[in-house]
């Protein structure tokens, strides 16, 4: 199983970018698709999650600024982000709960960077 994010990059702060996650690799289904980040210094958080019918989860710092969304035909899940702050700065991550064959498994892509300059 891959999961490839990209998407990352530098903006000023008040701009926008949408992460992308693609999950490939012999997929029989994909129940919550999640994007974390981690900022240096920093746990890794929970930014938001949407399960395979549409339900969506957001931390409080990102609400009415991130959304995320998937396309389950494509396995790919989108992390809108808008008016970004300096202190989204951090690598993001997509996660993905997967089955292969008969149970479910937490899967992690590699990061992707966000630099929000003030």
């Known amino acids: 199983v891959q999961l490839q994010a990209s998407g990352g990059g530098s903006v000023q702060a008040g701009g926008s970018l949408r992460l992308s996650c693609r999950a490939s690799?012999?997929?029989?289904?994909?129940?919550?698709m999640s994007w974390y980040r981690q900022a240096p210094g920093n746990p890794r958080e929970l930014v938001a999650s949407i399960t395979n019918g549409g339900s969506t989860n957001y931390a409080d710092s990102v609400k009415g600024r991130f959304t995320i969304s998937r396309d389950n035909a494509k396995l790919t899940a989108y992390l809108q982000m808008n008016d970004l702050k300096p202190e989204d700065t951090a690598v993001y991550y997509c996660?993905?709960?997967?089955?292969?064959?008969?149970?479910?498994?937490?899967?992690w892509g590699h990061g992707t960077l966000v630099t929000v300059s003030s």
């Open positions: 690799g012999g997929i029989a289904g994909i129940k919550d």
């Open positions: 996660s993905a709960n997967i089955r292969l064959h008969f149970v479910y498994e937490d899967y």
